[in-house]
């Protein structure tokens, strides 16, 4: 903890020394420093274990992809999402394991389809707004 607490205070510093500093130069080690050992830990560990660390890690996360937001930068916005996402597939996979076992086997088929359908149905508009959206993050600081 001390290491990832120096890093970050070593990035503000540096970014408000050089506000051109790229947010992934100036807060990319310490965001990664302090997110990954204890994500390692937790998804070591099988899901339901480690319960204060899965909740603390998460509030922590959200804390981070809303600082990230609010202040239109690129690196905090980016590790917390990624770490609610890995956290969400731990937490929720093995009772997805068991609500898929119990589906009948064309269901799976079926939802894939419809979901292509849905998908090649709005092609266009979708990649105008994924051309927005990749704009306006490479945007952010």
């Keep these: ?13 540096r970014r408000r020394a050089v ?20 994500l390692a830990a937790l998804t070591g560990s099988p ?12 509030a922590a996360a ?6 990230g937001a609010r202040g239109r930068l690129q690196a905090p916005l980016a590790v917390g999402a ?7 597939m731990h937490e ?8 898929t076992a119990e589906l009948p086997r064309w269901l799976p088929l079926a939802a894939g389809g419809a979901l292509l359908l849905a998908v090649g149905s709005t092609y266009e508009r979708r990649l ?3 051309r927005r959206a990749r704009d306006a993050f490479t945007r952010l600081g």
């Excluded at 903890?1 to 510093?13: E, K, Q, Y």
């Excluded at 959200?62 to 600082?67: D, I, N």
């Excluded at 990624?82 to 969400?88: E, I, K, R």
């Design 1 to 13: 903890m001390p290491l990832s607490v120096g890093l970050l205070a070593v990035g503000l510093l």
């Design 19 to 38: 506000p051109a500093t790229s947010s992934w130069v100036a807060y990319g080690p310490g965001l990664t420093v302090t997110a990954l050992p204890s």
């Design 47 to 58: 899901a339901g274990e480690g319960a204060l660390r899965a909740l603390l890690l998460g």
């Design 128 to 130: 105008a707004d994924l």
């Design 92 to 99: 929720l996979g093995p009772a997805l394991v068991g609500v």
């Design 62 to 67: 959200v804390a981070t992809v809303l600082l």
């Design 82 to 88: 990624a770490v609610l996402g890995v956290l969400a």
